[in-house]
Every structure is written in structure tokens, then in C-alpha cells.
């Protein structure tokens, strides 16, 4: 009990450090500056997709902007994947003609060049498939399955089209993983298994999943056409890019800020994840304006390949492990920059005790809340091996309808709720890297 009050006493005294970052943040002159930051890399830069020379572009343009910011700055080379999606198209040609948008998933292989045509079996789950095995020889399974969250149904994205190749299916169509649509297919990660067929797979609407659910109900047949020119080309050469202040005692020590660089190849990639990229260079801009260098190192590191399932991430990880002690705090932001409701924490018992301390700093901009089960795909080697990590949680009921899509551009974000996310991710890097210990593993 008297180490969590003076805990709760030595973090109380970085009441006024806090405001002041919370000032800068929300109301001095770095006002609405995260925002700008994303609106002029989106803009200069695009989407930037593993493998892309966009991506290559935005990893000079964040190396040359963090830098001119006054912050130190290097690449940590890595390899990763280069999928290309080529020109797609499918229509349902019976019982009618209609035009299908799609979206070809990555990591897919094409159709022959002329397409594939083929009568279609749609089916609401992967159960319904294995009952109806019989009926897939041969045909494009149309997958229907309906929303539940992100996290249950993107199996469907993932593991489709090996499920309906181990039934014979020639290609699979699924509808996209969203709770809502306007004719807008979402693009994704997709894994084939070992030892089964590649089949080409890609996402379609809601609307288009309903309605061929809809007529296949009523006994009609459907022949649909499905043309991709999808392939693998070989892996290329990236790098994460890192940008430090580094601390005054213990510079071997670190708290690493995290969101990734790279997109998908539709949209701008403004929210997953430019967004969470600016606020964790922007929570060290906002330290360094205010003259503060704290204990231990502050290090940004924005993540090259996460949507190909972490793969800068997981050679970070390889090239750092050895060194796992001396990593404090591991913060990733890949769920959207809106309205911020509370921090996600994971880590001992002990160490919650301090990050609840630490989150009442934030009582200025109101999200006290602290919560369990911090997430992210690049954090989470980290904390499987004992790291405490710590997430962004907003608002984020919208993220889902843009995610992967052509709509994620700058109009999905807000000048606000960015200053609002940077302010919480600079008082929690800054007073974790600043206190006497670190977090107790």
C-alpha cells in the first residue's frame, strides 16, 4: 500500500506537465497540427500498399518531415510482400445482367485471362458449406455470412476461399466485413493454407451478397463472370521508420509509440493508419516543443507492411527481442484517430495500478477510463512476451464502414478528436518514460 501511494504521488506530480502538453495539444499552436501533418501526406503521398512505390515514397517523405522537426531519425531496413491487384471486374450474367463491384483481396491469385464463369452456390457460413459440399464442385461460392464484429467474422476474408477449395469451388466471392454499406466492397489480407488449391477470391458488396442470397432462396440459378489480373511478384526491400528523443538517464530504456505506414491500394489510407501514424510523431513534436526530455527513450516507430499481418512489425521484433528488458512500454493507434474514450492496457497487476495513476492525468480532456486487452497486430509479439502494451481506444463504431475502402480519406477524420488522441499518447509516453521505474512486468 505505500508503494501505490507514493506511486500515486510521484505520478500526481506530473499534474502540471500534463495540462501543459494538453494545452499545446488542444488549444496552443500545435492546434489541429496532426491533422494537417496527415491532410499533406495523404495528399502528396496516396495510398501506399506493401510493395508499391507510393510506400516508398511515404517512407522518404516521414524520414525527411521527422527529421526537419528536429527529432533524431533513421530506417531500419525489412523485407516484405508485393501483391499486385491488376484490372478486376465481375458481373452476374443470369438471371440478369448486373454489374458487381469487387474488391480482389490480397495475397489472391488472378482468373485466367478470359475469367472465370461459373453458376454460383451461396452459402451464410462455413457450416452451411460443409452441409451443401456436394453442391460447390465447380462453382463460385458466394459467401453471405452476417456481421457479428470484425474480429469473429473476418475469418470469412481470411480462410474463405481455402474452405471452399477443399469443396472444389473455382473462385469464391464474400461479402465484404462491415456492419454497413453503400455498394462499397472492402479489400483485405487473405490466407490460403498449405497443401490447398489457390483459388482466386475477393470481396463484394452487402447489397450484392444479399441479393444473390435472395435469388438463390427462390430457386433461381446464377452464372456469375469473375476476371482479376491479381499476382505475387517478389518480396522487396522496406524499412520502419524510427524517430527518437532520447532519454537523459536511461536512453537504453524505451517507450515505443507505433502506428503503421503503409495502407491499402484503394482509398488514402487517412484512418487506418495515417492518423495513428501522425499523433505518434506528433506526441513526440509536442515534447520537444515544450523543452521536455524525459528519463528514458521516446521512440516512434511507424510500421512498414502491417496489412500483409505485420510484417515490418514481426522483423522488428526478430531484430530487438534480445533486448526485451529494456523495453518499458509498447503503444500502438491502429483503430482510428476519433473521439478518444479511455486507454487499453495490458500488463501485470502492478503495473495497471500505475497506468490508472497515469490516465488521471488526463482528466483535462476527460478519458480517465483505463481498460484491459491492449491491441494491434505489431505490438502483439511484445506483449506475448511480457512487455505491458497500451492502445487507443475511440470512438470507433465508423471505422468499420470505411475500413479498407475507397471512403478512407481525410473527410473521415476530425482536426479535434486528433488533437484530443495526440494529447492522450504524449502525457502517457512522456510520464511512463519519465517515472523513477519502470512498469513491473
Known amino acids: 500500500h505505500q508503494y501505490i501511494s507514493n506511486i500515486a504521488a510521484e505520478v500526481a506530480g506530473y499534474t502540471g506537465v500534463a495540462k501543459q502538453i494538453i494545452d499545446l495539444a488542444v488549444f496552443g499552436v500545435a492546434q489541429n497540427r496532426s491533422y494537417r ?6 495528399d502528396t503521398v496516396g495510398n501506399r ?9 511515404a517512407i522518404k517523405y516521414m524520414y525527411s518531415a521527422m527529421t526537419k522537426d528536429g527529432l533524431d531519425v533513421h530506417l531500419e531496413p525489412v523485407k516484405i510482400p508485393h501483391w499486385v491487384r491488376g484490372k478486376e471486374s465481375a458481373e452476374m450474367i443470369v438471371p440478369r445482367a448486373k454489374n458487381l463491384a469487387i474488391l480482389g483481396l490480397g ?8 475469367g472465370i464463369q461459373a453458376e454460383v452456390l451461396v452459402v451464410k457460413s462455413f457450416e452451411e458449406l460443409k452441409q451443401r459440399a456436394s453442391d460447390a464442385e465447380g462453382k463460385i461460392v458466394v459467401f453471405n455470412q452476417p456481421f457479428v464484429s470484425y474480429g469473429e467474422t473476418v475469418a470469412y476474408r481470411e480462410y474463405g476461399a481455402s474452405e471452399a477449395a477443399k469443396v472444389g469451388a473455382v473462385a469464391t466471392l464474400i461479402r465484404s466485413i462491415t456492419p454497413l454499406s453503400i ?24 447489397e450484392d451478397a444479399e441479393l444473390m442470397w435472395r435469388i438463390a432462396q427462390r430457386g433461381q440459378k446464377i452464372v456469375v463472370k469473375l476476371t482479376m489480373g491479381a499476382r505475387t511478384l517478389p518480396d522487396v526491400d522496406s524499412f520502419n521508420t524510427v524517430a527518437e528523443i532520447k532519454g537523459w538517464q536511461h536512453p537504453e530504456q524505451v517507450v515505443l ?63 530487438h527481442k534480445g533486448n526485451l528488458s529494456n523495453f518499458d512500454l509498447i503503444m500502438e493507434s491502429d483503430m482510428g484517430t476519433f473521439t478518444p474514450v479511455a486507454l487499453q492496457f495490458s500488463g501485470s497487476d502492478a503495473a495497471k495500478k500505475i497506468m490508472e495513476e497515469v490516465v488521471k492525468l488526463l482528466a483535462p480532456i476527460n478519458t480517465t477510463k483505463l481498460e484491459g486487452g491492449a491491441e494491434g497486430t505489431d505490438i502483439a509479439l511484445w506483449m506475448k512476451a511480457g512487455v505491458p502494451g497500451a492502445s487507443l481506444h475511440v470512438e470507433n463504431s465508423r471505422y468499420f464502414w470505411f475500413h479498407h475502402t475507397e471512403g478512407d480519406t481525410m473527410t473521415v477524420q476530425d482536426p479535434g478528436d486528433m488533437n484530443l488522441c495526440s494529447a492522450l499518447w504524449a502525457v502517457v509516453a512522456y510520464v511512463v518514460a519519465d517515472l523513477e521505474d519502470m512498469l513491473p512486468r
Open 37 to 42: 501533418r496527415l491532410a499533406d501526406f495523404t
Open 49 to 57: 500498399v506493401s510493395g508499391s512505390h507510393n510506400l516508398d515514397r
Open 107 to 114: 495475397s489472391s491469385v488472378g482468373t485466367p485471362p478470359d
Open 183 to 206: 455498394n462499397s466492397p472492402h479489400t483485405g489480407w487473405q490466407d490460403y493454407q498449405e497443401g490447398v488449391k489457390q483459388i482466386p477470391t475477393a470481396c463484394i458488396t452487402i
Open 257 to 319: 509509440l507505433s502506428g503503421h505506414l503503409d495502407s491499402w491500394d484503394v482509398g488514402q489510407g487517412a484512418m487506418d493508419d495515417g492518423g495513428g501514424a501522425m499523433i505518434s510523431w506528433e506526441a513526440l513534436s509536442l515534447i520537444k516543443d515544450l523543452g521536455l526530455r524525459p528519463r528514458r527513450t521516446l521512440r516512434t516507430v511507424l510500421w512498414t507492411a502491417e496489412e500483409q499481418g505485420g510484417i515490418g512489425a514481426q522483423q522488428y521484433y526478430n531484430f
